[in-house]
C-alpha cells in the first residue's frame, strides 16, 4: 500500500506526469550519482525525452522541469520564479550548476533530445538521462517512467527485475486492500468508515498528528490555490492566448442579486475548479488530486461543500481527502491515473470518481454509498480522450474539470438516492477503465496528435 500523501503531492502545473515527475526523476538520478561516488566525474550529462513527454512536452514544460530538476529544485518546496530565473540563465550561459555548486557545459537545445519518434513498450513516458565524464565515457544510463500524478519507476522495476535505485514507497498497513470488494468487507467487518479505514493504514508511514498536519497541508494548498486563481487576470503562456476567466466570473457572481440555487451551485463550482487549472496551465503551485491536469476537482467540491462562513472545516476536508485516497489508491493499484496510458478518463475521470466518493461520505453515506458514488462518476467518463490542443493543458481540460465537479456533485446525490446495491461495481467499472485505456488509440492519449488537437488550429 501506498500513502494517501503520496496520492496527493504538491507541485508546479501544468502537468504531474510531465513536470512533477521529471524534476524528481532528474532528483533522483543526481542522488543515485552521488551516493556511489560518482558525482564529482560528471562532466556532460544528456536527457533523452520519449513519447508522450516528447510529443506534447513543449507545451507541458517538461524540458524546463529537466532543467529544474538537474538544479536541484523539488516539486513541493519549489519557488517558480527562482527556478524560472535558473532556466533563463542557463539558456543563456549554456551550463548548468548541479546541486553543490557544480557547474558544466549544457545546451538544452543540443542535450534535451525530443525523441517523438520513440514509443517505450513499458509506459508512454520515457526519460532516458546519461551522464559521462570529462572523456566521453558513460558513467551512467538511467531509463525512468513518469506514471502519472508525479509518481515514477525505473525501466528495472516496470519490468519486475531487482532495482536497487528505487526505493519502494509502498508498506505493510494494517488493512491492506486491493479491491474495493476487500475494503468494504474491512468497513463490514470493523464496523470503520473508509476514512477511518485510510487513516489507520497511515499509521505505518507516520504519527496521526503529522498525516493531520500533511492532510491540512494539502486542503490549504488547495484552497490557496482556488484563491490565487481567482485574483489573477491577463493570457495563460502559450500560443493559444487563453484569457483567464475565473476573475470575471467571480466578480460577476458576487454581484448577483437574487442567484437561483441550482444556478450558484453550477456556477461556484466551475469557478473554483476553473480557478485551480488556470493556475495549473500557468505553471502554478498545484496539488495533484489526483494528476494536475485533473487538479481542479476535489478542491472545488472541497471549498464548496466543506466551508462553513468563510472557514475551511478541517475535520471534513481531512475525511473528504482519506475517502478520495481510498478510492484513488484503488485506480492507482488496479489500472492507472496517466493520461498518456488511459486517456483523460485516467485524470479527469479518476478525480471525479473521487471527488464523488468523498463527498458521499461527508454527507452521511455509508461505505457502499461511497463506492457507489465513486463508480457513478467514473462510469460516465468512460473514454474520455486526452487531446490537448497545441499540448497545452487548457482546451479542454479547464473546462472539463468544471463540468466534472458538478458530475462528482450528482454522482453523490445518485449514490445516497440508491435503494440497494449497484448493478455494476466499483472494481468493475475500474477494471473497464483499464481495458478501454489500452484498447484506445495512441492519438487520443495525450500525445496531441487526434481529436481536438488536429480539429482545432492551435495557432
Given at each position: 500500500?501506498?500513502?494517501?500523501?503520496?496520492?496527493?503531492?504538491?507541485?508546479?502545473?501544468?502537468?504531474?506526469?510531465?513536470?512533477?515527475?521529471?524534476?524528481r526523476i532528474a532528483n533522483a538520478f543526481l542522488a543515485d550519482l552521488s551516493q556511489r561516488g560518482e558525482?564529482?566525474?560528471?562532466?556532460?550529462?544528456?536527457?533523452?525525452?520519449?513519447?508522450?513527454?516528447?510529443?506534447?512536452?513543449?507545451g507541458h514544460g517538461t524540458p524546463d522541469a529537466c532543467l529544474m530538476g538537474l538544479c536541484g529544485f523539488e516539486p513541493e518546496t519549489i519557488d517558480i520564479e527562482a527556478a524560472r530565473k535558473t532556466?533563463?540563465?542557463?539558456?543563456?550561459?549554456?551550463?548548468?550548476?548541479?546541486?553543490?555548486?557544480?557547474?558544466?557545459?549544457?545546451?538544452?537545445?543540443?542535450?534535451?533530445?525530443?525523441?517523438?519518434?520513440?514509443?517505450?513498450?513499458?509506459?508512454?513516458?520515457g526519460m532516458v538521462l546519461t551522464a559521462y565524464d570529462s572523456a566521453g565515457e558513460t558513467i551512467e544510463r538511467g531509463e525512468y517512467y513518469s506514471t502519472g500524478g508525479g509518481f515514477f519507476a525505473s525501466a528495472a522495476v516496470l519490468s519486475n527485475a531487482p532495482d536497487d535505485d528505487l526505493i519502494s514507497a509502498g508498506r505493510n498497513v494494517r488493512f491492506p486492500f486491493a479491491s474495493a470488494a476487500e475494503l468494504l468487507a474491512i468497513c463490514e467487518a470493523e464496523q470503520l468508515s473508509i476514512a477511518q479505514i485510510v487513516r489507520t493504514n497511515e499509521a505505518a508511514f507516520r504519527k496521526e498528528s503529522e498525516t493531520e498536519e500533511g492532510l491540512d497541508r494539502i486542503a490549504t494548498e488547495m484552497m490557496n490555490c482556488i484563491h490565487a486563481g481567482l485574483a489573477r487576470e491577463g493570457e495563460l503562456p502559450g500560443s493559444l492566448r487563453v484569457k483567464r476567466r475565473a476573475r470575471g466570473i467571480y466578480e460577476k457572481l458576487r454581484s448577483r442579486e437574487r442567484p437561483n440555487e441550482a444556478e450558484t451551485l453550477m456556477d461556484w463550482l466551475n469557478l473554483f475548479a476553473m480557478a485551480v487549472n488556470e493556475e495549473n496551465a500557468s505553471g502554478h503551485r498545484v496539488v495533484t488530486a489526483p494528476t494536475n491536469g485533473a487538479a481542479g476537482i476535489i478542491p472545488a467540491v472541497i471549498r464548496y461543500y466543506c466551508y462553513n462562513d468563510g472557514?475551511?472545516?478541517?475535520?471534513?476536508?481531512?475525511?473528504?481527502?482519506?475517502?478520495?485516497?481510498?478510492?484513488?489508491?484503488?485506480?492507482?493499484?488496479?489500472a492507472s491515473i496517466s493520461g498518456a496510458e488511459m486517456g483523460c478518463q485516467g485524470e479527469v475521470g479518476?478525480?471525479?470518481?473521487?471527488?464523488?466518493?468523498?463527498?458521499?461520505?461527508?454527507w452521511g453515506g455509508e461505505p457502499m454509498h461511497v463506492t457507489t458514488a465513486a463508480e457513478i462518476g467514473m462510469e460516465h467518463n468512460l473514454g474520455l480522450t486526452c487531446d490537448p490542443v497545441g499540448g497545452l493543458v487548457q482546451?479542454?481540460?479547464?473546462?472539463?474539470?468544471?463540468?466534472?465537479?458538478?458530475?462528482?456533485?450528482?454522482?453523490?446525490?445518485?449514490?445516497?438516492?440508491?435503494?440497494?446495491?449497484?448493478?455494476?461495481?466499483?472494481?468493475?467499472?475500474?477494471?473497464?477503465?483499464?481495458?478501454?485505456?489500452?484498447?484506445?488509440?495512441?492519438?487520443?492519449?495525450?500525445?496531441?496528435?487526434?481529436?481536438?488537437a488536429v480539429n482545432v488550429v492551435a495557432c
Open positions: 500500500m501506498i500513502s494517501a500523501l503520496d496520492l496527493f503531492r504538491i507541485g508546479i502545473g501544468p502537468s504531474s506526469s510531465h513536470t512533477v515527475g521529471p524534476i558525482f564529482e566525474r560528471i562532466a556532460k550529462i544528456t536527457v533523452e525525452l520519449q513519447g508522450s513527454l516528447a510529443l506534447t512536452g513543449p532556466i533563463e540563465l542557463v539558456q543563456a550561459e549554456r551550463s548548468i550548476t548541479l546541486p553543490g555548486d557544480r557547474q558544466i557545459e549544457f545546451d538544452p537545445r543540443r542535450d534535451i533530445d525530443l525523441a517523438c519518434h520513440v514509443i517505450p513498450e513499458l509506459h508512454p513516458n472557514v475551511l472545516e478541517t475535520s471534513k476536508a481531512r475525511d473528504f481527502l482519506l475517502t478520495a485516497a481510498g478510492i484513488g489508491l484503488l485506480y492507482k493499484q488496479r479518476v478525480a471525479c470518481s473521487m471527488a464523488a466518493g468523498g463527498l458521499a461520505a461527508i482546451i479542454p481540460c479547464i473546462e472539463r474539470n468544471a463540468l466534472a465537479a458538478v458530475k462528482a456533485v450528482n454522482a453523490a446525490r445518485l449514490a445516497l438516492h440508491a435503494g440497494s446495491e449497484p448493478r455494476v461495481s466499483l472494481d468493475q467499472v475500474i477494471e473497464t477503465m483499464r481495458q478501454t485505456g489500452i484498447d484506445m488509440s495512441n492519438k487520443y492519449k495525450e500525445t496531441s496528435l487526434g481529436g481536438l
